[in-house]
């Protein structure tokens, strides 16, 4: 179906990253707040905030074009 191509994008699109990014991803989903990913990698929740935003964008230019448009984010697209 059109949701798992999309789902199979989405976990390539993931998989292509640095390490050290997947790394904050999973403990991000894990402790679910920028400040305890902050406690355990010794860094401030800002620090952690910007990475998560670098993150983002790298999923989205792995994942291509249709990114916003398979995933309704195009709304707030606009606001890097």
Same mark, same amino acid.
């Given at each position: 179906?059109? %949701? %798992?191509?999309?789902? !199979?994008? +989405?976990?390539?699109?993931?998989?292509? +990253?640095?390490?050290? =990014?997947?790394?904050?991803?999973?403990? =991000?989903?894990?402790?679910?707040?920028?400040?305890?990913? &902050?406690?355990?990698? &010794?860094?401030?929740?800002? !620090?952690?905030?910007?990475?998560?935003?670098?993150?983002?964008?790298?999923?989205? %230019?792995?994942? &291509?074009?249709?990114?916003?448009? %398979?995933?309704?984010?195009?709304?707030?697209?606009?606001?890097?």
């Amino acid at each position: 179906s059109n %949701d %798992d191509e999309k789902m !199979t994008r +989405l976990k390539t699109a993931v998989w292509q +990253l640095p390490e050290e =990014y997947k790394r904050v991803l999973i403990l =991000y989903a894990e402790a679910g707040s920028q400040r305890e990913v &902050g406690k355990i990698l &010794g860094v401030s929740p800002s !620090t952690i905030c910007n990475l998560l935003k670098v993150i983002k964008q790298l999923i989205k %230019d792995n994942y &291509g074009d249709s990114f916003d448009t %398979d995933f309704n984010t195009g709304v707030r697209s606009g606001s890097n």
